[in-house]
T-cell receptor
């Protein structure tokens, strides 16, 4: 089954404790992206990657890092999480068309 | 400054009637437009799209209209069904890389 998977689905952590949210897709897509969803703001793009070893900032990249060492994986790294990074995070990928396929989401709470 | 606005946070429609969801944008450089549907605890799923060279695209009960001069996008669902109750996001693409989402409209279909 073609899908985008994210882990963990839920995470509660404390300020400053480094964390990684994994994202993997099995559709051989070159393009992958991370978004955060906040009430009243919709989804905002954090980072995107056009291909392996190629990443670029989206609209809200501050406080986040990404890496793209393999085509299928695109982890999101929070080196020192802060409470304002409490949000719902989505990973997505797309192939040749413009339609992006989204993962199920990761709900992160930073206390 | 938000480039994409969905001015109605919520919409309630009777089953069988037409649902019309609206999206306004400010940047004339957007060249592809999509609608996504999102159920609770799931990632957004692609619904329908339209390129900037067209003004209408139809897929079953769903029709997307694009008015470039007014910078306005709309989604029509007819007839509306209870399973259509979800949050709908418009998403606009510029240069094949950046996807900019609206804030979302929560559609409720009443029996």
């Amino acid at each position: 089954e073609a899908q985008v998977t994210q882990n963990p689905r839920y995470l509660i952590t404390v300020t400053g404790k480094k964390l990684t949210v994994t994202c993997s897709q099995n559709m051989n897509h070159e393009y992958m992206s991370w978004y955060r969803q906040d009430p009243g703001l919709g989804l905002r793009q954090i980072y995107y990657s056009m291909n392996v070893e190629v990443t670029d900032k989206g609209d809200v990249p501050e406080g986040y890092k990404v890496s793209r060492k393999e085509k299928r994986n695109f982890p999101l790294i929070l080196e020192s999480p802060s409470p304002n990074q409490t949000s719902l995070y989505f990973c997505a990928s797309r192939g040749d068309s413009y339609e992006q396929y989204f993962g199920p989401g990761t709900r992160l709470t930073v206390t | 400054d938000q480039q994409v606005k969905q001015n109605s946070p919520s919409l309630s429609v009777q089953e069988g009637r037409i649902s019309i969801l609206n999206c306004d944008y400010t940047n004339s450089m957007f060249d592809y437009f999509l609608w996504y549907k999102k159920y609770p605890a799931e990632g957004p799923t692609f619904l329908i799209s339209i390129s900037s060279i067209k003004d209408k695209n139809e897929d079953g009960r769903f029709t997307v209209f694009l008015n470039k001069s007014a910078k306005h996008l709309s989604l029509h669902i007819v007839p509306s069904q209870p399973g259509d109750s979800a949050v709908y996001f418009c998403a606009l693409i510029q240069g094949a890389q950046k996807l900019v989402f609206g804030q979302g409209t929560r559609l409720t279909i009443n029996p």
